[in-house]
């Protein structure tokens, strides 16, 4: 996994802005995407991602900063002569042309023989599971073929990085999480560098080897799907990936590798204390925030003893959602007036099996303070 | 359920008679062997047409007038692609008024701007000729052309071109084998548009006329004697078929210049 040091990057982005007029779209960018990496490029709509995704293909030139590709700064050079494979959410194939003419146009501008196109279209084509259709038109296929096409057409000439612009965001939800699978699997196999554009969180989770999440116009944090769910680095990206309770509170002290928060809720919740995991750079008195994902939280009755690293708070249950797989229980900490939770119960057993748990039901929320990520504001 | 509008096939067939009924009198009046203009009529004769391929200085009119709409309308399709080109994909200074610019000659009077280029040519010595004439055409062709393919352009995924530079091919290369391939059909179309103006266009012909007349200016000549008159219908008659082809050309092109851009263009959401 850490193989930062031997690794060489694909594609570099140094304080790369972006600014139409007085907007800044994108503000001060910089990333280095490892070769044969899966990145993706993750944030809300206006966040600024595709227009990265843009200067990475040559598509916008970048009001400052440099880009390189392979180790050579391209910040000046034209799209067509970067060797990057573009796949669009539209797929923007050329319709006036067969799907094998499609797979082709980069090598026939390339100049490469005619045996040698037929091969490695054959090749590519198969590589994205859609042999036999070389001969129609993109018109007479379905979304997920002319998707696969797009594919083909982006790979078969071994680009130095392949850009993808939501490619599965035009697919129904079945074929898409198909999709996500194979894409991953098929990026595996040929080995190339992909950079991904989603505001899709659980696309991103499940196909990137790392990813960065971008609103405003900057990178809030890089990290890979496991580092950026368990310990999000701000409140905008422990909302955005997942969803997550968040508790306001101030530092108390360090103890090894858990810190001591005491919680600012109103009511009889105030100075409740409860531990969270450590992170650098805490003071004492410092105001934060305590973020815990739902389902690293259980109910129990009140007054329960709390484990060794565990934390428990007071609440009554306010609401109760039936969602299927689990359960969510909407609790008011420290007080009808507090502060409220959403702890998600798996439903493990049978119905009827289970404690129930009514509304208006006195509870005890318990969770690990492992489990608790600490946010600075 | 629409409602059923009553007075529609009266309105339709009033249409059509106003429309087509002269039409028809003229392609009667062609096959007419006499050279009176009223009935009764006098039998069906193709001697008209005969004496009209065998009519020296009209045939010569006619290739004029070919030669004239074959060179205004390709240049007036060169200079509207450039300029559908430039409008839809690129950024410029005072954009806002070049269309208006670009599309004035279709509201000024073609013999306002025959006398204006009459003038013009004489100021800067320009003799009159079939050169003036193709000149003046161009300008006049011009905006129908930028128009059908700025219609088109609209419609065409950006995304096509960057697909095609992401492959590697530069502007020229994207040109050649994506937009005009794409385009092909709307190019055609706005190349019979212009050359239906021109071929049609008798104002701005006769007063720009050297020599060498074009076919309009020539079939008014002639109307002045009246023994010439038949030659005249039968070639009015020719005239109009060959119209009336490149206008049902054009409607069946239609569906290829306003067709949905690009596969994949709908979503399935």
Known sequence: ?377 | MPRRLWGLPAYYFGLLALLYLPLFVLLVFAFNDGTILAFPMRGFTLRWFEQLFATEALMRALRNSVAVAVGSGTIAVVLGACGAIAFVRFRFRGKGTFMTVALLPLYVPFVVVGVSLLLLFSVIGLPRSLLTIAAAHTVVSFPYALLILTARLVGFDPHLEEAAMSLGANYWETLRRVILPLIAPALLAAWLTAFTVSFDEFAIANLLAGAEPTLPVYLYSQLRMSARLPLVIAMAGLVMVLTLSIFFTLVWLRRFVFRVPAAGTVRAR
């Open chain 1, 1 to 377: 996994m850490t193989t930062a040091g031997t690794t060489p990057i694909a594609v570099r982005l140094v304080a790369v802005s972006k600014r139409f007029g007085d907007h800044v779209v994108v503000d001060r960018v910089s990333l280095e995407i490892r070769h044969g990496e899966f990145f993706s490029l993750l944030g809300p709509s206006g966040c600024g991602k595709t227009t990265t995704l843009r200067m990475i293909a040559g598509f916008e030139q970048p009001s400052d900063g440099r880009i390189s590709l392979g180790g050579e700064d391209v910040t000046e050079r034209p799209a067509h002569l970067r060797r990057v494979g573009m796949v669009f959410q539209n797929y923007a194939l050329f319709p006036h042309l067969s799907v094998a003419d499609n797979v082709a146009f980069a090598l026939r501008l390339q100049g490469v023989a005619a045996p040698e196109i037929a091969r490695r279209v054959a090749e590519a084509l198969a590589m994205v599971r859609l042999p036999g259709l070389d001969a129609r038109m993109p018109a007479q296929l379905s979304g997920g073929q002319q998707q696969r096409v797009a594919l083909a057409r982006a790979l078969v000439f071994r680009p130095t990085v392949v850009l993808l612009d939501e490619p599965l965001g035009a697919l129904d939800q079945k074929l898409r999480k198909a999709m996500q699978l194979e894409l991953k699997a098929l990026q595996q196999d040929v080995g190339l560098t992909f950079v991904y554009v989603t505001h899709d969180q659980e696309e991103a989770l499940t196909m990137s080897d790392r990813i960065a999440v971008m609103d405003g116009g900057r990178v809030l944090q890089v990290a890979d799907p496991q580092a950026l769910y368990e310990r999000p680095n701000s409140r905008f990206v422990a909302d955005f990936i997942g969803v997550s309770n968040f508790l306001p509170g101030t530092v108390r002290e360090r103890a090894g590798t858990l810190v001591t928060i005491a919680l600012d809720l109103p009511g009889e919740g105030v100075g409740v204390r409860i531990q969270a995991a450590w992170r650098e750079g805490l003071a004492a008195g410092q105001a934060v925030t305590a973020a815990v994902r739902p389902e690293r939280m259980r109910l129990g009755p009140r007054g329960a003893p709390a484990g060794a690293a565990a934390n428990g708070v007071d609440g009554t249950v306010r609401d109760i959602v039936y969602t299927g797989s689990d359960t969510q229980y909407f609790v008011d900490l420290g007080g009808s007036a507090g502060r409220t939770v959403m702890v998600r119960v798996p439903n493990d057993q049978p119905a009827g099996t289970r404690v129930e748990t009514d509304r208006g039901d006195p509870v005890r929320v318990c969770w690990d303070g492992h489990s608790t990520a600490v946010l600075v504001a």
